[in-house]
């Protein structure tokens, strides 16, 4: 009688198959990454940021900056600071092993970089579409918030984790901007460069936000986009009947946060309306 074969063991010298791989080689991988997590999260900032740097380095030149309209020393600034706290976390957490706390130094930066934020949002927001400019607001106030919770809740390492990843955002919108006009064409025309800018907002946001654990972010996103669109409106709404130099319409339109197309539309229509008026009356005077 002939011996019965184990159907389930593996003959010497023979390649692996999906269970001896479920079995030997995931756990292995497993416990490599954990490990070694780390350094691994440092190669993949590396990957986000590295080829992008050297185009925005190029920004931080004062005759490039102010031809592209972005206030120089700001933007030095702004760019500095999140590269000074990204290089900082990841250095810390491979010396301690585990998630570092926020320490002042990240106080520190992070108010210079949010402070940076709102001046360079407000500085462009009169030009901007506004899907655009609400996009960037509505993602300036998330992670300003949830830096804030970080130092409420006694520096709780989870969240000062999802501030430093919400840098990422810097690296998923320009490859996001890369993407569009290869998944459609039409989008490489120079006439279509506001549709893409908005679309790349739109759709770049949720990425970061995932990427970085953001506790509901993706709802608390799409809400607060939608609440900023209505309430910007109707602050347009209220402050098109002040005069230029009433003071709180300085002070709003210097915060950005207002639909500057509405206040275009109707002092272009107050414009027109004067322009009828005026040769109205010289038809009469003739």
């Avoid at 593996?10 to 479920?22: F, I, K, R, V």
């Avoid at 998944?183 to 995932?210: H, Q, V, Y």
């Avoid at 996103?221 to 002040?242: D, P």
Wanted: aromatic share 12%; with cysteine.
């Amino acid at each position: 009688m002939s011996a019965v074969t184990n159907s389930t063991s593996t003959p010497p010298g023979s390649l692996l198959g999906a269970e001896d791989l479920e079995k030997y080689g995931l756990p292995y991988l497993q416990s490599v990454l954990t490990s070694y997590r780390p350094e691994a999260e440092i190669l993949f900032s590396i990957a986000m940021f590295s080829p992008y740097l050297a185009r925005t380095f190029s920004f931080s030149s004062p005759k490039r900056a102010r031809a592209r309209g972005y206030p120089y020393l700001t933007l030095l600034a702004h760019i500095l600071s999140s590269l000074f706290l990204v290089t900082r976390y990841h250095a810390r957490y491979v010396r301690l092993r585990v998630w570092p706390e926020p320490e002042t130094a990240d106080l520190l930066g992070f108010s210079l970089f949010f402070l940076t934020s709102f001046y360079i949002e407000a500085y462009l927001s009169k030009n901007q579409l506004v899907g655009a400019r609400v996009g960037f607001q509505t993602a300036i106030l998330m992670h300003c918030a949830v830096f804030t919770a970080t130092w409420a809740m006694g520096g709780d390492t989870a969240l000062f984790r999802t501030s430093v990843k919400l840098l990422n955002w810097f690296s998923w919108f320009r490859l996001t901007a890369r993407v569009l006009p290869v998944i459609d064409r039409r989008l490489r025309l120079t006439k279509n460069f506001g549709a893409r800018f908005e679309l790349t907002c739109i759709m770049s946001t949720p990425l970061a936000l995932w990427e970085s654990g953001y506790p509901n972010g993706i709802p608390i996103h799409m809400g607060l986009v939608s609440v900023l669109m209505v309430a910007e409106h109707a602050v347009a709404a209220a402050l098109s009947s002040y005069p230029d130099d009433h003071l709180l319409k300085k002070l709003v339109l210097a915060s950005g946060y207002v639909d500057f197309g509405y206040l275009k539309e109707k002092a272009s229509q107050s414009a027109e309306s004067k322009a009828v008026g005026n040769g109205d009356e010289l038809k009469v005077s003739k």
